[in-house]
């Protein structure tokens, strides 16, 4: 197999981790880093024995590099996006695409009218435990799946908030966090049609919400709950649970429920918990954990993206699979400040 040759834009606190996932992935090699910021580029470059450009321009237009990390500020995810699919060269945008819905739909339509693959960072969906889970649901081991439940609670410590921006409208857990946790349910039980939410910032005080609870219906009829907050102390979270990312402590705790008529779920843990003989609460229950490969999800994601790049697979998570949980979200900001429910005209 030869490896896809992959440049990283932006070198920052994700762009760095690509870097290193690059260097562990099989079927990538990493090629060359691009970063306005030398002080930030060149030591990342350095590490990994490769060039350093100032110019994102410059990356693109290399002959040694086959398909782009685009791992930018959110703002200028569009104009960088765009001139990868200009020069015909595959993308991984990292989440959100774009800080608007009307320039992610911008840029994914020009991606797929050019013919280019582009890809949506959302990483969480390379973890193999997702892909067990949706195994389970998709072998109907559940039944219907009537409601769902996902928490996101986590403490976001107050030095976190010394940073002026963080305090701020826009930098809350609903557009910084959510939208991972949409992108999942969005795995597991297809896309969101309507959508109310309420935010609080009664603890902190900040401009920024710090609590968001969230009410969906699914296509499917299925409803849920999504409740969000960073500023509890609690093991009741996606990054507390899934023991993805070695800077938060691991717990043995869940953070997703799935109710079905047949069984239920609760993740990371894989716990399915079913009436072995007649459905009914005054029966007993009882759980079976099924076991997944551990695997680093980045790692997985740029083995995924270099198959795209060689032209073997499709994004695994697609460009409007990104455009969906922006959607998703803009909706839950929408509800929230109008108190009216947003009615979704469907997935991305
Ligand atoms: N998937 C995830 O879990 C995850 C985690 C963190 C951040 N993100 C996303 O990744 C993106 C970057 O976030 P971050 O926290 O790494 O930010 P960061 O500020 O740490 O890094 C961004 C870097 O991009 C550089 N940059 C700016 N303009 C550029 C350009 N035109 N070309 C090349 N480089 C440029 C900056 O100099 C900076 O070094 C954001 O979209 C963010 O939402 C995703």
Not at 50 to 71: F, N
Not at 131 to 136: F, R, S, T
Not at 180 to 197: C, E, K, N, Q, Y
Not at 266 to 271: C, E, N, T, V
Request: with cysteine.
């Amino acid at each position: 197999m030869t490896p896809a040759r992959l440049g990283v834009a932006g070198a920052g606190l994700i762009g760095s981790r690509h870097a290193d996932a690059i260097a562990i992935a099989e079927g990538v090699v990493l090629t060359a880093i691009a970063d306005p910021a030398e002080a930030i580029g060149r030591p990342v470059a350095d590490k990994h024995g490769v060039p350093w450009t100032a110019s994102l321009g410059e990356l693109i237009a290399r002959d040694d590099v086959d398909g782009i990390v685009l791992a930018t500020p959110n703002q200028v995810h569009v104009e960088g996006g765009l001139a990868c699919i200009a020069a015909g060269k595959p993308v991984l945008v990292e989440k959100p695409l774009a800080s608007d819905l009307s320039e992610a739909r911008r840029l994914v339509e020009t991606a797929e009218a050019a013919g280019v693959p582009l890809a949506a960072g959302h990483h969480r969906r390379h973890n193999p435990l997702m892909d067990k889970a949706k195994e389970l649901v998709d072998e109907g081991r559940l039944g219907t799946i009537a409601s769902v439940q996902a928490t996101t609670w986590f403490m976001k410590p107050d030095d976190y908030f010394e940073t002026p921006w963080r305090r701020m409208k826009g930098a809350g857990p609903v557009y910084l966090n959510l939208a991972h946790d949409i992108d999942l349910l969005h795995m597991l039980v297809g896309p969101v049609v309507s959508v109310m939410a309420m935010e609080s910032n009664a603890v902190r005080g900040n401009e920024v919400e710090e609590t968001a609870v969230v009410l969906l219906k699914f296509a499917s009829g299925t409803l849920g709950t999504v409740n969000i907050c960073d500023t509890a102390v609690t093991p009741w979270s996606w990054e507390l649970t899934a023991s993805e990312n070695p800077v938060y402590p691991a717990t043995s705790e869940d953070c997703y429920w799935l109710a079905g008529t047949h069984a239920s779920l609760a993740i990371p843990s894989l716990s399915l918990w079913t009436n072995p003989a007649k459905r009914s609460w005054w029966e007993p229950i009882a759980a079976t954990r099924f076991p997944y490969p551990f695997a680093d999800p980045l790692v997985v994601q740029m083995e995924q993206f270099g198959a795209v790049v060689r032209g073997e697979a499709p994004p695994k998570v697609t460009g409007r699979d990104g455009l969906a949980a922006l959607e998703v979200i803009e909706a839950v900001k929408t509800s929230a400040a109008t108190g009216a429910p947003v009615h979704l005209e469907g997935r991305g």
